[in-house]
């Protein structure tokens, strides 16, 4: 608009010395010219263009939510995108019709779509029979418009055919158009789309070019409108447009369909509804029962609950109940490479190991889905770390429409391992669903075109990290849930480089046609094997009480096996924190983000991580600021173990004292003495375990093997407490009961080194022998039981021979008299002899128990002479050490 108020002041300016201005000056008007010059689209003006689409979306957004809020009541309104019009041209009203016009067409009312009109607040009847509408909006500044036909019946019904075939041909008329920039014989050639997707009729075509105050013209280079109707047997119309610059598309966000359950099919949905709830045993009288306590609303029932019946024939245990689901349904036109418009619907889903599906949305009630064996292996990603899946209506055989459902990958994993066809033929990336919209793109999807198929190459998924963060738990859940085959680098004998020619050559056996290997190794550097693998991935899992091993040292090897272009998993979600381990994780992501390449997530759920390694790109490089390693850099080592028995309680104590020394020699001088812990950073043990000695000895019944109280224990250990328990582990605790040491040192020797400490301090966690009494002598034996032997001998009275007067015992014969019985010296030397015995029998059979299976203790190295965790230890040479690997006492 043109500032008014200068030249009405200019009128009375007269320091000119001629008068007025008018006096010899000539006012032209520069409206019509200026409004000439703005009309034309310009950068600037598509830009603003662009920035307020997302308040047109955002008003169409609006109105779905209306619908869905108040679909089938007494009125259908277009509140949202007719005010959204109206409040934008306050300052011009439109009092005449216009065409496109924000509306909302129901039935019949349809056949206006080929009419101007002049927005307004209008209500648009629900009429009974009415199987579509059409909604057009229109932006009030740019005039970008917008034309979509959605159903007032869900595609299920069958009168739907017509409509949704017809509006498909609409929608692949439209879009072909505008992207090819077809603007001559447009009827024509919209026609010919029209045959080919096998419809009779001759579609309506509206086509204009919009100025960039919003006008509507007749040609122009700038924006465009094009919108394809079609008249059905019913003298309804269905209507696809959108607005382009160029080949750009404005449109592609809006919902390309969407549709809600009419009145007649309530039914159909109410059916469904009560046959699952019958076969989850709801609203059952299951016979007598009684109220529990004060509580009158649960019931205790007098009779054992009988098989619920199964109308729908569910099968007998659902694999999930009322989970989240998205309904995604579309139909797909009689010619090969159509657009397809596809119509979303969020709600929740019961599923069945039968394969079959009852989903329940806002919009298509209760739908009975059936699972479609053979695409089980074509899927594709959804949102919230789900997957598509391919369904059939249950009871309908229609070709034409086209039902997925999304389902969390354990699901999708049961399915394949019960009813997936015998011949196996890996994971797809979903062809078979072309027809699904991309995430965070449009909604309307087009078949690939089709080409020759490419060489499949199998893509490789390294889970590395550092040790003791239990990558090899991740890397099998991610196995399973990628049905792919799992391929464990560490043998044993693994060492920090390249794998040989002999892994190598087990790796490509282990290759078939599945779509992804994956691999776990936390030892060899990540670059090293993507030199040997080039389609390899890498996910790294880091614990952060691992990470920072000592004290706030950050592990010299984290910046190693978490590499730029790598995803790493920050923690685990589910296991319980404290707040400073909460924080030592926010702490340790924010680090890994600083280098750009890394995809961070803290405290990821095992989708999230799915989700991540399928979207990330194969390969990974060093960062431009990270240095090399050198051949000093440190390394990982580790001291392997063979355990018998422990004693929890003592290995805690003792074990937790290691790795304390180790954070304090690590902050000590380097003038101050080496400790055998130097560089500890963390301890694996898989045992078996008692309480304490103590109470074991104390509660086993030494007639039996003493394997009773045994438990087998997963245990890992840090300087900062204990981690979760492992569910899986890599050699040599796969195979064997044991304790794994882990240092970090650059020292040659430091593992060599420390291998006598090792197995000194866990002999000294063994289960040991239990404390030996010492036998007893007559004159030793307690004196609680001294005088319960005396008060008893007292009971039965003297002995023959022998009188009592109350005091003392006299003999008959030679009246001597004596204050003790006369038998208790006797009583006493058998009650010693006995306890002798019994302690003797005790000693042998608890040397036995330590002796047999599982309890015998290998043979182990002296304690260093200096004491444990004080001073260098004497150096020994372990009793076999492993060419190439770790040193292992035996």
């Keep these: 608009t043109v500032e008014k108020w200068p030249v009405v002041q200019a009128f009375g300016y007269d320091e000119f010395g001629m008068g007025f201005m008018t006096l010899n000056r000539q006012l032209v008007n520069l409206e019509p010219k200026l409004a000439e010059i703005f009309s034309f689209w310009d950068t600037t003006a598509v830009s603003w263009a662009k920035q307020t689409m997302p308040k047109l979306q955002k008003a169409w957004a609006d109105a779905v939510l209306f619908h869905d809020q108040h ?25 005449c019709g216009i065409s496109p016009c924000p509306r909302l067409l129901v039935g019949k009312q349809t056949q206006q779509i080929l009419k101007d009109e002049i927005p307004g607040e209008t209500i648009a009847v629900d009429e009974a029979d009415a199987r579509q509408m059409i909604w057009e909006a229109v932006d009030p500044m740019t005039g970008v418009a917008m034309t979509r036909t959605y159903g007032l019946m869900t595609p299920f019904d069958t009168k739907m ?16 158009l505008l992207l090819e920039n077809v603007k001559t014989d447009v009827l024509r050639k919209a026609t010919e789309i029209f045959r080919k997707e096998g419809l009779t009729k001759v579609p309506d075509i509206f086509d204009c070019g919009i100025d960039a105050f919003g006008a509507p013209v007749s040609t122009g280079s700038g924006l465009r409108f094009l919108r394809i109707s079609c008249r059905l047997d019913d003298n309804s119309y269905v209507a696809y447009g959108d607005s382009t610059f160029g080949k750009t ?54 009779d054992p609950p009988e098989q619920p019946p199964d109308p729908l ?67 594709a990603a959804a949102s919230k770390g789900q997957l598509w899946v391919s369904m059939d209506l249950s009871g309908s055989t229609e070709p034409w429409l086209k039902v997925a459902i999304s389902v969390s990958p354990s699901t999708l994993s049961t399915w394949r391992n019960q009813l997936a066809p015998p011949v196996h033929v890996g994971v797809s990336t979903g062809d078979d669903l072309w027809w699904l919209p991309l ?123 978490a590499p730029p272009g790598a995803v790493v998993a920050v923690g685990r979600t589910g296991q319980k924190e404290t707040q400073d381990h909460r924080a030592l994780g926010t702490l340790l992501a924010k680090e890994l983000q600083r280098t750009v390449g890394r995809q961070v997530l803290l405290r990821p759920l095992t989708s999230d991580l799915l989700s991540a390694v399928t979207a990330s790109p194969h390969g990974i490089r060093a960062a431009s600021g990270e240095v090399p390693p050198s051949p000093d850099s440190p390394v990982a080592t580790r001291c392997f173990v063979v355990c018998g028995v422990l004693d929890l309680q003592r290995l805690r104590q003792r074990l937790t004292m290691c790795l304390r020394e180790a954070a304090e020699q690590f902050c000590k001088t380097p003038l101050a003495k080496d400790s055998p812990w130097k560089g500890l950073f963390c301890i694996e043990v898989k045992a078996l375990v008692v309480d304490s000695s103590e109470d074991f000895w104390s509660t ?65 966690c063994t289960l040991q022998e239990p404390k030996e009494e010492a036998f007893w002598a007559p004159e030793t034996v307690p004196e609680e039981l001294r005088r319960t032997l005396v008060k008893e001998l007292r009971s039965q009275g003297p002995p023959e021979g022998y009188s009592f007067d109350g005091n003392r015992y006299i003999n008959q014969e030679d009246y001597r008299s004596q204050k003790d019985h006369p038998l208790l010296a006797s009583r006493l030397s058998q009650l010693a002899e006995e306890q002798n015995s019994a302690e003797q029998h005790r000693r042998c059979r608890a040397r036995e128990i330590l002796a047999s299976h599982p309890f015998a203790r290998p043979m182990s190295p002296p304690r260093p002479p200096s004491g444990r965790c004080t001073g260098r230890p004497v150096m020994q040479r372990p009793r076999g050490v492993v060419a190439g690997g770790y040193p292992m006492v035996d």
């Design 71 to 95: 679909s089938r009541e007494e009125a259908l309104a277009a509140a949202p995108i007719v005010d959204y019009f109206i409040y934008g041209r306050l300052d011009d009203e439109v009092n």
């Design 161 to 176: 055919k017509d409509v949704l075939e017809a509006y498909a041909a609409c929608c692949r008329c439209c879009r072909s």
């Design 249 to 302: 598309l404005l449109g592609e966000t809006l919902p390309s369909f969407a549709f809600w359950h009419a009145q007649t099919e309530k039914a159909r949905s109410l059916d469904i509804q009560n046959g699952l709830e019958t076969a989850l045993g709801l609203k059952l009288d299951w016979g007598r029962s009684v109220a529990l306590g004060h509580r009158k609303d649960v019931r205790v029932y007098l």
């Design 313 to 379: 024939d569910l099968g007998e245990e659902p694999i999930d109940v009322e989970i989240h689901c998205d309904l995604a349904v579309a139909v797909v036109t009689a010619s090969s490479g159509g657009v397809v418009p596809v119509g979303l619907a969020a709600g929740t889903a019961w599923t069945y190991a039968s394969g079959k599906v009852v989903v329940s949305t806002g919009r298509s009630g209760y739908v009975l889905l059936t699972l479609q064996r053979e695409s089980l292996q074509s899927t």
């Design 439 to 561: 995430q965070g793109s449009t909604v309307v999807a087009s078949a690939p075109a089709p080409t020759a198929p490419a060489p499949q190459t199998q893509k490789q998924l390294l889970v590395t990290g550092l040790p003791g963060c239990g990558a090899i738990d991740v890397a099998k859940a991610l196995a399973r849930l990628l049905h792919a085959p799992f391929f464990d680098l560490e043998d044993g004998t693994t060492t920090d480089s390249k794998m040989d020619q002999s892994q190598l050559l087990r790796l490509q056996q282990t290759q078939g046609e599945e779509e992804w290997l994956v691999l776990c190794d936390v030892l060899r550097d990540p670059l090293l094997l993507q030199a040997q693998l080039p389609e390899l991935r890498v996910l790294s899992i880091m614990e952060p009480m691992i990470a920072y091993p000592w004290h706030s040292v950050r592990h010299p090897l984290l910046r190693r096996n």
């Design 700 to 764: 086993t019944d030494l007639t039996s093997d003493g394997t009773k109280f045994l438990v087998e224990k997963n245990l890992v250990f840090t300087e900062k407490g204990e981690l979760p328990a492992r569910q899986h582990w890599q050699e040599p605790l796969a195979s064997k009961h044991g304790a794994l040491f882990w240092f970090c040192d650059c020292r040659a020797a430091a593992a060599t080194t420390a291998a006598s400490a090792v197995a000194a301090e866990m002999a000294q």
